[in-house]
């Protein structure tokens, strides 16, 4: 038998376990302390016929974590008190102390030893409880993250494809009516042609920035055959805009097939540019691409002043998002202060996953 079909195995056993547990945890108290009881008594009436000479006192303690796990740690001091009773009544005929106070201490020190077992099952069950429901809220959280992000994206898209859809048509609009009013004051001869051409010129590089301002929103068609477009356009939309050069290197090598993950990559990629600009101050921006037999590898450096000496205690909301991007596909994103200057920003995938 493999690992992967042990682990299988066992995985569908503590599931059944769990569900064997909660419903009887959703008995009523007694139905749930029924089959402790039965087994003490049963484990009782073993210790009876065994007489003296073989001690079975260790055994009861599994009634009392029965007890404990299913019905909760009264229930399981409960138990350890009647388990003791019955140690007593199980042995009393044919226990070798000559005194019964010798005897009575010795079923004190069997009470004590059921209430430690009762003791540590409690403990058990309140660790394991406090892991279910830590786990169950970093799930939670994290599926908050994930409905953040798919918000975020959604969100994007709408305006993205608003802006493209609605202001761009209206302003191409406003553009062929300066176009064709400057044709009719050509045709008077008129001396506000030229204003005319000016506003029409205006306005079509207006639409020409809003369209590349909508792509980099919402990029359409980043899929396996998309990514280098949509980045291309993504660093010609930002060179425009702020006359920082960005570097693109090849990208037809990498193959990528999910377009979840292309979506992914590419908001990491834009966020770095973004802060590189923003807040590093870089004028130079290089974005790399590339892939081996294990890993694709995302490098995105710059010649800006890095980070502050002193690291702040908060981390961005663009870094945050970044990290959680990469988790979301898998990938490990690492940032560091490149030399002589600038930063460097590292997201590995594994091959796999692409």
């Known amino acids: 038998m493999n690992p992967e079909t042990i682990l299988t195995v066992d995985v569908q056993n503590s599931r059944l376990w769990d569900k064997l547990t909660n419903l009887i945890r959703r008995q009523p108290l007694f139905m749930a302390v029924l089959p402790s009881l039965l087994i003490a008594f049963v484990m009782a009436w073993i210790d009876r016929i065994t007489t003296w000479e073989v001690s079975l006192f260790v055994f009861y ?8 796990w299913w019905a909760g740690s009264i229930a399981g001091y409960v138990l ?21 106070l010798g005897y009575l201490w010795a079923t004190v020190s069997r009470v004590v030893f059921f209430a430690m077992a009762a003791y540590a099952a409690t403990a058990v069950r309140n660790r394991q409880e406090a892991d279910k429901a830590r786990i169950q ?7 908050l993250e994930a409905d953040l992000v798919a918000v975020s994206e959604h969100e994007q898209q709408r305006i993205g494809q608003d802006l493209h859809d609605g202001i761009c048509q209206q302003l191409a609009a ?40 909508a792509r980099g929103i919402f990029p359409v068609h980043v899929d396996r055959h ?6 291309t356009d993504l660093a010609q939309s930002i060179s425009r805009l702020t006359g920082v050069k960005i570097n693109i290197e090849e990208l037809s090598d990498v193959q990528i097939y999910s377009p979840e993950v292309s979506m992914h990559l590419y908001r990491i990629i834009q966020e770095a540019i973004g802060n590189a600009v923003r807040h590093g101050g870089a004028q130079h921006v290089n974005v790399k691409l590339e892939s081996n037999s294990q890993a694709i590898i995302l490098t995105v450096s710059d010649d800006g002043r890095g980070f502050p000496a002193e690291p702040r205690m908060n981390i961005g909301m663009g870094m945050r998002t970044m990290r959680y991007r990469a988790q979301m596909i898998g990938a ?18 594994p091959i796999h996953i692409s």
């Open 226 to 231: 998309g990514l280098a477009v949509a980045l």
């Open 80 to 100: 350890a008190l009647i388990c003791g009773i019955l140690w007593w009544l199980s042995n009393y005929e044919t226990h070798p102390y000559e005194t019964t």
């Open 61 to 68: 303690a599994l009634p009392i974590l029965i007890a404990v």
């Open 332 to 349: 490990s994103l690492s940032v560091s202060d490149s030399n002589p200057g600038g930063a460097t920003l590292r997201c590995s995938m």
């Open 137 to 143: 809220t970093l799930e939670e959280r994290r599926q």
């Open 174 to 213: 406003i553009g062929l009516a300066a176009r064709s009013l400057a044709n009719d004051l050509r045709a008077f001869d008129s001396s506000f042609t030229q204003d005319a051409e000016l506003i029409e010129s205006s306005i079509q590089q207006t639409v020409t920035e809003a369209r590349g301002l």
